[in-house]
């Protein structure tokens, strides 16, 4: 049964609202024993991971978490929100929203403004769905963890969305690590 390097980062990592009704102290233990690591997974069976967990979790896991890290899946994931938020901020001309937005993203802003990337066409629905969270994102008191969240948030649902067809694991990976967050689609080619 499960002992793996994924399993134990995913256990340690995991957001805790896949292990809801579970004491904290028992979930602490848990993550430290062979036997806890095993009823822990029987309860994450639950989630809709069917990718990681079946047929048996260890390669998969694994190879998951070798590869995705979290910090190298947070930069990923921030990166593909702002991407998928690039027609709102290359229409954004205002010189404070612009002036912020720089301050949050850094390097990232010239990441939006790439036409090589993506060429950012989109529905004007979308746009203006898209431009209306940008200015709510900007214009709060904490503008530059406002649009961090903001774009970590649409960065995930665009790697669910991708995943799904393309590397289910990886989808399911994200989806365990992070919070839920149903309302947010995807729309990234």
Same mark, same amino acid.
């Given at each position: 049964?499960?002992?793996?390097?994924?399993?134990?980062?995913l256990l340690r990592e995991i957001d805790p609202h896949w292990l809801q009704g579970i004491d904290p102290a028992l979930l602490a233990a848990g993550r430290e024993t062979r036997l806890?690591?095993?009823?822990?997974?029987?309860? *994450?069976?639950?989630?809709?991971?069917?990718?990681?967990?079946?047929?048996?979790?260890?390669?998969?896991?694994?190879?998951?978490?070798?590869?995705?890290?979290?910090?190298?899946?947070?930069?990923?994931?921030?990166?593909?929100?702002?991407?998928?938020?690039?027609?709102?901020?290359?229409?954004?001309?205002?010189?404070?929203?612009?002036?912020?937005?720089?301050?949050?993203?850094?390097?990232?802003?010239? *990441?939006?403004?790439?036409?090589?990337?993506?060429?950012?066409?989109?529905?004007?629905?979308?746009?203006?769905?898209?431009?209306?969270?940008?200015?709510?994102?900007?214009?709060?008191?904490?503008?530059?963890?406002?649009?961090?969240?903001?774009?970590?948030?649409?960065?995930?649902?665009?790697?669910?969305?991708?995943?799904?067809?393309?590397?289910?694991?990886l989808a399911d990976w994200t989806l365990l690590l992070y919070p839920a967050d149903p309302g947010t689609r995807g729309h990234l080619p």
């Amino acid at each position: 049964m499960p002992g793996g390097q994924g399993l134990g980062t995913l256990l340690r990592e995991i957001d805790p609202h896949w292990l809801q009704g579970i004491d904290p102290a028992l979930l602490a233990a848990g993550r430290e024993t062979r036997l806890g690591r095993q009823v822990l997974l029987r309860c *994450l069976v639950q989630a809709p991971a069917r990718a990681l967990f079946a047929p048996a979790p260890e390669p998969v896991l694994d190879r998951i978490a070798a590869a995705w890290p979290r910090e190298r899946l947070d930069s990923f994931l921030l990166n593909l929100g702002v991407l998928a938020f690039a027609p709102a901020i290359r229409a954004e001309i205002g010189r404070e929203p612009v002036r912020r937005l720089k301050a949050a993203l850094d390097k990232r802003y010239l *990441l939006a403004l790439d036409r090589q990337m993506w060429d950012g066409q989109v529905p004007p629905g979308l746009l203006a769905r898209l431009q209306e969270r940008l200015a709510a994102a900007v214009s709060d008191p904490d503008a530059p963890a406002m649009l961090r969240a903001l774009f970590a948030r649409h960065g995930r649902a665009e790697l669910r969305q991708w995943g799904a067809t393309h590397e289910p694991a990886l989808a399911d990976w994200t989806l365990l690590l992070y919070p839920a967050d149903p309302g947010t689609r995807g729309h990234l080619p």
